[in-house]
């Protein structure tokens, strides 16, 4: 049989169509998942475990212990060490300085950050050493510096700086690590577990502080370790030093992040050859983790030279101070919105509980501070003081019940009943309290205090969560680069939390004004008049997504 030119491609003509067929299919196998992270800009996390997110909780019950600490005895050192009155609102207004204008800045730097490691968790084990040093200064300032200096003039200056610089450190560390963390929850899980984890960090907040006040309210003197050491304060340490040490070892080993990682400074680009010897594509891949950051039209490929001038130029302004600024100043309206209902919480919540205590002791059980210490008045204003306390713990155990009850309500009433219920509850009940001051309807209406607390600490977060996912679906439909706006999980977190800073400042600047002129109840009635308000911007200017 003579074998013609015509007959011998012929013959191969089918099999190497098949051929092509079944590697073409093959490659469309392999291709599709790397597209689809492509089209949509990014890869969803998996499905964590409940332990994972549980252990992830960690960081902020460890948190929120050592709050409550910092809250039942940094009063009673900051007077040990005989710190002036004058000082007081230097103490309390440059922390909060501090965070407001350092944390979009760390942020930022989060969200491009190329530790191994990973993206937040560097920062989240700085940010907890810093805590860890401002408690045992502010908590032991006296004994260290009487075990170095002799002068008893020198021991007093040098105790109350180092006691101040300790409460400082402190307050900015503990206020600041809030930020990280929950960037941290939104990269390394999917949306479903996003809403588990808030409401995981919501309760353990609740029962952090609930054990730190109960362990604040012991007398750690008559105790073993109250003889062992030299005071009370440096019991407290030891036991808040170990609780935060072992939360925060427990959240780092929690979920691996998945790094970020630049090539060579510019941009890694992806070449899908589609003929012999030409490029049709070419895809711009910055990001190498959770969250990846690319040109994902393919028809971008046509001008590669102006997706990479994008991409440096991008990375410059990320870089820069004054881009930073203008991208916090330049946000969204319904971000402007988020942050401004959330200053209105905070600045509620904060004038209430700052005052508190006092307010039980003075206007409830009718006492007073400035009595000599061993009069029937001084008595009775320590009494309420104690009896606040207890508020308190009622406060952070209805914060983590409600933080449960939330997961049973969204469904039915959603992110704005929640939201609304939380404003609406916490106005009416202190605006009781400051109409009827008695002891029994004080501490019953202080479980209200856990809801307001429970829907600062998961309903803003779960928003910002939410319009993460409702832009990443549009850059789905329109195939938009990630990163456009400049901005990133991180630092939308932080300008949120930035409005903690604010409420502080503004409070350390008007609020102890109106207290000297008009006593502890103006707070407690201001409260609720700023929770009223927030109510209805809540209700009318926040943008809810469906």
């Not at 549980?54 to 040990?80: D, K, N, Q």
């Not at 690590?177 to 899980?189: E, M, S, T």
């Not at 103006?522 to 809810?544: E, M, W």
Request: contains cysteine; hydrophobic residues 45%.
């Amino acid at each position: 049989m003579t074998l013609t030119k015509e007959s011998f491609h012929g013959a191969l003509l089918p099999a190497s169509g098949a051929a092509k067929a079944d590697m073409d299919g093959t490659r469309e196998k392999e291709e599709a998942p790397r597209q689809a992270v492509v089209r949509t800009g990014a890869a969803v996390p998996k499905r964590r475990a409940v332990g994972r997110l549980i252990m992830h909780s960690m960081a902020m019950f460890g948190r929120e212990f050592c709050y409550a600490v910092e809250a039942a005895f940094v009063t009673p050192v900051l007077l040990s060490v005989g710190l002036p009155k004058s000082l007081y609102s230097l103490v309390w207004l440059i922390s909060p300085i501090l965070g407001f204008v350092l944390q979009p800045v760390v942020g930022s730097a989060s969200d491009h950050c190329t530790c191994s490691w990973g993206r937040r968790r560097p920062y989240i084990l700085g940010l907890g050493i810093i805590m860890l040093l401002g408690m045992a200064l502010y908590l032991n300032g006296d004994v260290m510096i009487s075990a170095f200096i002799a002068e008893r003039d020198k021991q007093r200056t040098w105790a109350i700086v180092i006691t101040m610089l300790g409460v400082v450190l402190f307050d900015f560390a503990a206020d600041f690590i809030d930020g990280p963390i929950k960037a941290y929850l939104f990269d390394v899980c999917c949306h479903q577990d996003k809403e588990k984890g808030l409401h995981y960090h919501a309760l353990f907040t609740g029962l952090g502080g609930a054990l730190g006040y109960l362990t604040g309210a012991m007398d750690w003197g008559q105790t073993l370790l109250g003889y062992t050491l030299a005071s009370e304060f440096q019991v407290i340490f030891f036991f808040a030093a170990l609780v935060f040490i072992i939360c925060l070892t427990v959240h780092l080993c929690s979920i691996a992040e998945v790094p970020l990682r630049y090539e060579n400074d510019e941009a890694k680009f992806l070449l899908e050859e589609t003929e012999p010897h030409r490029y049709h594509s070419i895809e711009e891949e910055i990001r190498n983790g959770p969250l990846k950051s690319t040109c994902t039209e393919i028809k971008a490929a046509a001008k590669p030279g102006k997706c990479a001038a994008v991409s440096r130029t991008e990375e410059k302004r990320q870089m820069t101070l004054k881009s930073l600024l203008k991208t916090l100043l330049s946000m969204p309206s319904h971000y402007r919105c988020l942050c401004v209902s959330h200053l209105f919480g905070w600045m509620a919540f904060l004038s209430n509980m700052l005052f508190f205590t006092d307010f039980m002791g003075q206007v409830v059980y009718h006492g007073n501070p400035y009595a000599p210490h061993n009069s029937t008045h001084y008595l009775t204003y320590k009494a309420g003081v104690e009896m606040g306390c207890w508020g308190l713990c009622i406060n952070a155990i209805s914060s983590s019940v409600y933080s449960y009850l939330q997961k049973v309500l969204l469904p039915y009433i959603g992110l704005k009943g929640l939201y609304f219920m939380g404003y609406l509850l916490f106005g009416l009940g202190t605006g009781l309290i400051g109409l009827f001051p008695n002891v029994y309807s004080t501490l019953a209406l202080c479980s209200l205090f856990g809801v307001m607390s429970s829907t600062l600490y998961t309903v803003p977060f779960h928003l910002i969560a939410e319009y993460h996912r409702e832009e990443e679906s549009q850059k789905l439909q329109e195939g938009e680069q990630e990163g456009e706006h400049g901005r990133g999980k991180g630092i939308d977190c932080a300008a949120l939390t930035c409005m903690v800073q604010l409420a502080q400042i503004i409070l350390g600047v008007g609020l102890g004004l109106l207290v000297s002129v008009a006593g502890s109840a103006v707070t407690i009635i201001s409260a609720s008049t700023v929770a009223l308000a927030g109510c209805c911007f809540v209700a009318f200017c926040i943008r809810y997504v469906d």
